[in-house]
C-alpha cells in the first residue's frame, strides 16, 4: 500500500537548535516526494522536491531509497520557521498523498 | 497577482444548505485539484481535473459535485450541507509534469451549524 509516515505531531525546538522532521514512504515504484509548508492559517506552499535537492530556507532533504526516508533537515532553527510541515508522495499521476503533518514551534 | 484565488474564504452555513466554492488559476496549468483537509490538519485529495476531464475522483459524497468551465476554473458545489463536512477545502493547480509539485490557493473555511 502507498503510504506516507510522519511519526511525529509536534516538534518543538529552540531557536538556533537542528530540526528534523521525519517522513518515511511505502511505495513500489520510482518515489516523487515533497515537503510543503503550511505558515498560520495560510496556504500551502512548496518547501522541497526530491528530484531538484535544493536547499531553500536553510532546509534540505535527502531521499534514502534504502530506509524509504525523506528526512526534512536543517541545522538552526529560525522562529520563523514555526509551522505545519508535510511530506508528500506523488502516488499516480497528479495524485499527491500526503503525510499527517508534523506541526514545527520554534521558541526562542 | 494572485496565482490560485478561491472565493469565499470563509463560509459559514446551516446544515442542509446547498454552497459552491470557486477556484480560479492564472498560472497555465492543465490541472487543478480539490483538497479537503480535516480539523485535524489531514489532507486528503478529492478531486482532480486534467483539461477540463475528470481524472481522479476519491471516495466522496455525491452531495459534492465538482465542474470545471475550462482548465482555468474548478468549482466546488456541495449539496445538503452536513455537520461533518466543516473543514478548510483548498484548491490547487500543477501543470502536466507534476514533478513541478502543487501551486495551492489559500483556502475556504467551511463550517456548518
Known amino acids: 500500500a502507498q503510504r506516507v509516515t510522519q511519526p511525529e505531531k509536534l516538534l518543538s525546538v529552540f531557536k538556533g537548535a537542528p530540526v528534523e522532521l521525519k517522513c518515511n514512504y511505502s511505495?513500489?515504484?520510482?518515489?516523487?516526494l515533497f515537503w510543503y509548508v503550511q505558515y498560520s492559517r495560510q496556504r500551502l506552499q512548496l518547501l522541497l522536491r526530491?528530484?531538484s535537492r535544493e536547499s531553500i530556507k536553510g532546509f534540505t532533504a535527502d531521499l534514502n531509497k534504502g530506509e524509504t526516508s525523506f528526512h526534512l533537515k536543517k541545522p538552526f532553527a529560525q522562529e520563523e520557521d514555526s509551522a505545519m510541515y508535510y511530506c508528500?508522495?506523488?502516488?499516480?499521476?497528479?495524485?499527491?498523498?500526503f503525510g499527517a503533518g508534523t506541526q514545527v514551534v520554534v521558541t526562542p | 497577482d494572485t496565482a490560485v484565488s478561491q472565493t469565499p474564504k470563509y463560509l459559514v452555513t446551516q446544515m442542509g444548505n446547498d454552497k459552491s466554492i470557486k477556484c480560479e488559476q492564472n498560472?497555465?496549468?492543465?490541472?487543478m485539484y480539490w483538497y479537503k483537509q480535516d480539523s485535524k490538519k489531514f489532507l486528503k485529495i478529492m478531486f482532480s481535473?486534467?483539461?477540463?476531464?475528470?481524472?481522479i475522483n476519491e471516495t466522496v459524497p455525491n452531495r459534492f459535485s465538482p465542474k470545471s468551465p475550462d482548465k482555468a476554473h474548478l468549482n466546488l458545489h456541495i449539496n445538503s450541507l452536513e455537520l461533518g463536512d466543516s473543514a478548510v477545502y483548498f484548491c490547487?493547480?500543477?501543470?502536466?509534469?507534476?514533478?513541478?509539485?502543487?501551486?495551492f490557493g489559500s483556502g475556504t473555511r467551511l463550517t456548518v451549524v
Open positions: 490547487a493547480s500543477s501543470p502536466s509534469d507534476t514533478n513541478y509539485g502543487y501551486t
Open positions: 511505495y513500489s515504484g520510482s518515489p516523487e
Open positions: 526530491h528530484i
Open positions: 508528500a508522495l506523488r502516488v499516480s499521476w497528479g495524485k499527491l498523498q
Open positions: 498560472l497555465g496549468h492543465d490541472t
Open positions: 481535473y486534467n483539461n477540463k476531464e475528470l481524472i
